[in-house]
T-cell receptor
Framework: NAGVTQTPKFQVLKTGQSMTLQCAQD?????MSWYRQDPGMGLRLIHY???????DQGEVPNGYNVSRSTTEDFPLRLLSAAPSQTSVYFC??????????FGPGTRLTVL | GESVGLHLPTLSVQEGDNSIINCAYS??????FIWYKQESGKGPQFIID?????DKRQGQRVTVLLNKTVKHLSLQIAATQPGDSAVYFC??????????FGQGTELSVKP
């Protein structure tokens, strides 16, 4: 199993650009989520999904969209990037047991 | 609102000593708590968890203690090793199934 994979590892955007952060898991987990982590801070929940076709907002959803067309994939979209979205983004998945597995992260800089 | 916070941002211990990392939470209805370890440049890694109907749980070299009376959680690491150097987060799964993180404590182990 590859676990949770994220692409890209690094990305630099200009203000106003759009992009999609990819996340995939091969553990057949129903629950997937996206977090952002700012320096010296814990992880804050952006969006989550309890299964294919179902998504919901977390603590900091503004400026981000998600979709869940398959169990495996949970992409995060930035429609118009802003400098405040400079952060490290982590995708995670969780099965029936509560242990949550995290991906390696995507480091995003918005200029 | 809910919050899960840590008492100290940094902790420095001598190799071989025991480490204690503390965490306070505010939601008395929280049912499930998790400790994560995050090494530099990596995603959080599950260490140990505890349910609210328990007050102690032990793993390999780690023990989590839960005091529901004062809403306090601690992680004890026995015989701390240089490989234990990382940022440690406590997290809570609330009634809605969301995983909420605290700010983090950076543990440094001196050889």
């Amino acid at each position: 199993n590859a676990g949770v994979t994220q692409t890209p590892k690094f990305q630099v955007l200009k203000t106003g650009q759009s992009m999609t952060l990819q996340c995939a898991q091969d553990m057949n987990h129903e629950y997937m989520s996206w977090y952002r982590q700012d320096p010296g801070m814990g992880l804050r929940l952006i969006h989550y999904s309890v299964g294919a076709g179902i998504t919901d907002q977390g603590e900091v959803p503004n400026g981000y969209n998600v979709s869940r067309s398959t169990t495996e994939d949970f992409p995060l979209r930035l429609l118009s990037a802003a400098p405040s979205q400079t952060s490290v983004y982590f995708c995670a998945s969780r099965g029936s047991y509560n242990e949550q597995f995290f991906g390696p992260g995507t480091r995003l800089t918005v200029l | 609102g809910e919050s899960v916070g840590l008492h100290l941002p940094t902790l420095s211990v001598q190799e071989g000593d025991n480490s204690i990392i503390n965490c306070a939470y505010s939601n008395s209805a929280s049912d499930y708590f998790i400790w994560y370890k995050q090494e530099s440049g990596k995603g959080p890694q599950f260490i140990i968890d505890i349910r609210s109907n328990m007050d102690k749980r032990q793993g390999q070299r780690v023990t989590v203690l839960l005091n529901k009376t004062v809403k306090h959680l601690s992680l004890q690491i026995a015989a701390t090793q240089p490989g234990d150097s990382a940022v440690y987060f406590c997290a809570e799964i609330n009634q809605g199934g969301k995983l909420i993180f605290g700010q983090g404590t950076e543990l440094s182990v001196k050889p």
